[in-house]
């Protein structure tokens, strides 16, 4: 890892850690990197570094931290995830999510980027924070938000053909609430599709969807 940990404070007081990872020259922008359902795991402290590593001044809040302080689940363990997620109220995901931007907020505009919990975060994100865009990888929270909010600021989706946990009717809801959206599908990808640590990886989704989604940050956060 070439990030670091540090120690945030949210508008309502809660203190809670985030893996804070800059690049080597100027930064292009800021980066908000929104967390699996497992926690700060290591694959997403390196997928941190790598937005990093492509100039972006690059944040991840621990927002387990909200449940249990350093909090990282097994993969194996995911209705544990599941429950942690649910057990953290709205209003401190976005409270987390807002001081982590105002973390970064020295290199310039600053956008948000979410996997999983964070996919369906990024979209909160983009609805209620003065962020410039989002990308979402397969955020199947976000269809329960729909009606409520939409977004603000350009969106990315990506989503795996064969997502066994987010059907086909929940992606249509999304594209009728984000009619602005970007979306793209990645035949044969499952659920998690770019967490390298998991059986359901698929290095060519993961490389495609990642390159979109650079080029989509540059569009939007490069300006």
Same mark, same amino acid.
């Given at each position: ?102 973390? !970064? ?9 979410? /996997?999983? *919990? %964070? =996919?369906?975060?990024? @979209?909160?994100? $983009? +609805? ?17 938000? !729909? ?9 990315? /989706?990506? *989503? %795996? =053909?064969?997502?066994? @946990?987010?059907? $086909? +009717? ?54």
């Amino acid at each position: 890892m070439t990030g670091q940990n540090i120690e945030l404070t949210a508008a309502d007081g809660h203190c809670f850690s985030a893996y804070l990872s800059r690049p080597v020259g100027p930064p292009r922008g800021g980066l908000i990197v929104l967390q699996e359902i497992f926690g700060l795991t290591g694959q997403m402290m390196r997928c941190a570094d790598r937005f990093a590593e492509a100039g972006f001044s690059t944040i991840m809040p621990a927002q387990f931290d909200r449940v249990e302080k350093g909090l990282v689940i097994d993969y194996a363990d995911f209705q544990t995830g599941v429950k942690t997620a649910m057990a953290i109220a709205e209003k401190d995901l976005l409270a987390d999510m807002e001081a982590a931007r105002l973390a !970064v907020a020295d290199a310039g505009a600053t956008a948000a980027i979410g /996997y999983c *919990f %964070g =996919g369906t975060n990024a @979209y909160l994100a $983009a +609805s209620l924070l003065p962020i410039c865009c989002a990308v979402s990888f397969y955020g199947g929270g976000i269809s329960g938000l !729909v009606g409520r909010m939409s977004p603000k600021v350009p969106v990315m /989706y990506h *989503f %795996g =053909g064969a997502d066994s @946990y987010i059907p $086909a +009717s929940a992606i249509d809801v999304i594209r009728t609430g984000d009619p602005g959206g970007r979306f793209f599908s990645y035949e044969g990808a499952g659920h998690g599709f770019s967490c390298d640590d998991r059986d359901g990886y698929s290095e060519a989704a993961a490389v495609l969807a990642e390159e979109r989604s650079l080029q989509f940050l540059a569009e939007h956060v490069d300006r």
